[in-house]
Each structure stands twice: as C-alpha cells, then as structure tokens.
C-alpha cells in the first residue's frame, strides 16, 4: 500500500522538518518558512508567476502551498481551469520564492 503519494489537505502547518532524510515527518524543501496563508509567492516552474497562499497540502512526504496564480499561463488555464481557491495549485518549497517587501508584480 502507497501511502506516502497520498495527497491530503492540512487546514493549518503540520509540523514538518528540512531534513530530506527524516521519516516520520513532511518535509518543506525550501530554506525559508512556510509562506503564511494570504501570503504571495513566485511560482518560478513553467513561467506560473505570483500567486496567493490559500492553504496547505502533503504528498509524497513532503509538505507543500496550496496556491492561487493571479495570471497563470494560458496553458495552465487550458489544463486546470480558472485559478481560484477551490482549483488552486499545489506548489512545493522548491518551485518557489518568497517575494521580499518592496518586490513589484
């Protein structure tokens, strides 16, 4: 049985951990916190851009940002439909950046 690919939405910040190697915990691959929800990101993968922190998600063992692109691609528009919190993004420490205040769209 495969639960570690398991998607499952978090309602807060699980507790998770950096350490790639831990296995009784999420881990967050990014060197920065986990972005708080209503917070914008960068999602840098496949040109999505800016969006917004709506909520939290695990799979695969690692935790990840439920996001809701504010001009995604019109590929992705294609593939998923219209962004919005309840067809938003699940997006990874990894794929994305922090915005530092101050930073333009």
């Not at 009784?24 to 917004?52: H, L, T, Y």
Request: hydrophobic share 40%.
């Amino acid at each position: 049985m495969k639960t570690k690919t398991r998607f499952r939405r978090h309602a807060t910040v699980p507790p998770h951990t950096r350490d790639a190697f831990a296995q009784d915990m999420f881990k967050w691959s990014a060197d920065f916190d986990v972005p708080s929800i209503g917070e914008d990101v960068i999602i840098r993968i496949n040109g999505i851009g800016r969006a917004k922190a709506v909520g939290y998600a695990s799979q695969g063992g690692y935790l990840g940002v439920m996001t809701v692109p504010y001009s995604p691609p019109d590929w992705w528009i294609l593939q998923n439909g219209p962004p919005s919190p309840d067809n938003a993004a699940l997006a990874f420490g990894a794929e994305i950046s922090r915005i530092d205040a101050g930073e333009g769209a």
